[in-house]
């Protein structure tokens, strides 16, 4: 069984994935009114991984014998200044998520709650890949700069990316 504090946290954890996919979708939106189908489509599948997140812990905490409870989703941000001001906001909120993981992890330990330890690691693993993601995204559009022709090529680039679910 789930201690009430960690189910707490997981099911507010869903609620984080499902923000993260929220946040993703209005970056979807961004980038198409901006012409970028490229990174619209990187943002789409950014958003099928969060959802996939989010599920994960659904998944997790009614496994565990918790109730699943659904919050609100608070409304995201929707106008950025830049691809690359949008970018950053992407690779800040992961950061901000892989805290949040390593704040789970923190809780499971104290909790004595092994097996929830043992989920988190898969969790641990793809913030670090998460961040990375955005982060190379965010490195080449500071090498552009104001280079249109380099962000069209960077564009068709970004439009390659395919959602795969996680094996897990
Ligand atoms: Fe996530
Ligand atoms: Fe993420």
């Given at each position: 069984m789930l201690s009430p504090k960690m189910e707490k946290a997981l099911n507010d954890q869903v609620n984080?994935?499902?923000?993260s996919a929220y946040l993703y979708l209005?970056?979807?939106a961004y980038f198409q009114d901006k012409n970028l189908?490229?990174?619209?489509n990187w943002m789409t599948v950014q958003n099928q991984e969060e959802t996939f997140h989010a599920m994960k812990f659904f998944n997790y905490i009614s496994e565990r014998g918790g109730r699943v409870t659904l919050d609100a989703i608070d409304k995201?941000?929707?106008e950025w200044a830049s691809p690359l001001d949008?970018?950053?906001a992407a690779h800040n909120h992961e950061a901000y998520i892989s805290a949040r993981i390593n704040d789970l992890v923190n809780l499971a330990i104290e909790e004595k709650d092994h097996a929830s330890n043992s989920f988190l690691?898969?969790?641990v693993?793809?913030?670090v890949e998460e961040e990375d993601n955005v982060n190379t995204v965010v490195q080449k559009l500071?090498?552009?700069g104001k280079d249109g022709g380099g962000l069209f090529m960077l564009d068709r680039d970004l439009a390659t990316r395919v959602f795969t679910p996680p094996a897990a």
């Open positions: 984080a994935e499902m923000f209005a970056m979807v189908p490229g990174f619209a995201p941000q929707f949008a970018m950053e690691r898969w969790f693993d793809e913030q500071r090498l552009l």
